[in-house]
């Protein structure tokens, strides 16, 4: 199994610019989640998705949306990229349960300038 | 929102030592805790989990200790070795399957 896979690794973007982070998970989870880790800092939660068709808000949703076609899927679309977006982006996905380990992807570097 | 904290954002121990690293949390109705290890430029890996209705988890060289009455948990690592060297992030589950992650502590090996 490739586990969490995220692309790109690295992007720079310009102010005002959109993009989309893709991630995929090969092991048939339901759940999957989106951070973004700031320098220093712990992770915070954008969104996450309990199931395919399924998707909601995390602490800080504002400039970012998702969507879950499919259960490998689980994009991140950035629409008109602002400064305060310059982090590292991960993707992790687990079980339904009764464990709740979250298993992450190496995480897309993204820079707005 | 959720509020999850480190006491110390740096700690330095010695090869060979054992190491404390501490946690403490603010939503009492958080039911399920983890600890984290990330690696520089790496995603987190898991370490341990404890649920909220025990006390004490052991793993390979780690434990966990929960104490909900001062809403603190803490891991602790054996015999610390410089491939510990990491950043160790705690994070809470709350009711709704969200998750939420402190700042972390960076844990320096000296040799």
């Known amino acids: 199994n490739a586990g969490v896979t995220q692309t790109p690794k690295f992007r720079i973007l310009k102010i005002g610019q959109s993009m989309t982070l893709q991630c995929t998970q090969d092991m048939n989870h339901n759940y999957m989640y989106w951070y973004r880790q700031d320098p220093g800092m712990g992770l915070k939660l954008i969104y996450y998705?309990?199931?395919?068709?399924?998707?909601d808000k995390g602490e800080v949703p504002n400039g970012y949306n998702v969507s879950r076609s499919t259960t490998e899927d689980f994009p991140l679309r950035l629409e008109l990229a602002a400064p305060s977006q310059t982090s590292v982006y991960f993707c992790a996905s687990r079980e339904a349960g009764p464990a709740y380990e979250q298993y992450f992807g190496p995480g897309t570097r993204l820079t707005v300038t | 929102g959720e509020s999850v904290g480190l006491h110390l954002p740096t700690l330095s121990v010695q090869e060979g030592d054992n190491s404390i690293i501490n946690c403490a949390y603010s939503?009492?109705?958080?039911?399920?805790f983890i600890w984290y290890k990330q690696e520089s430029g790496k995603g987190p890996q898991f370490i341990i989990d404890?649920?909220?209705?025990?006390d004490k988890r052991q793993g390979q060289r780690v434990t966990v200790l929960l104490n909900k009455t001062v809403k603190h948990l803490s891991l602790q690592i054996a015999a610390t070795q410089p491939g510990d060297s990491a950043v160790y992030f705690c994070?809470?589950?709350?009711?709704?399957?969200?998750?939420?992650f402190g700042s972390g502590t960076k844990l320096n090996v000296k040799p």
């Open positions: 404890i649920r909220s209705n025990m």
């Open positions: 939503n009492s109705a958080s039911d399920y």
């Open positions: 994070a809470e589950k709350n009711n709704f399957n969200k998750f939420y």
């Open positions: 998705s309990v199931g395919a068709g399924i998707t």
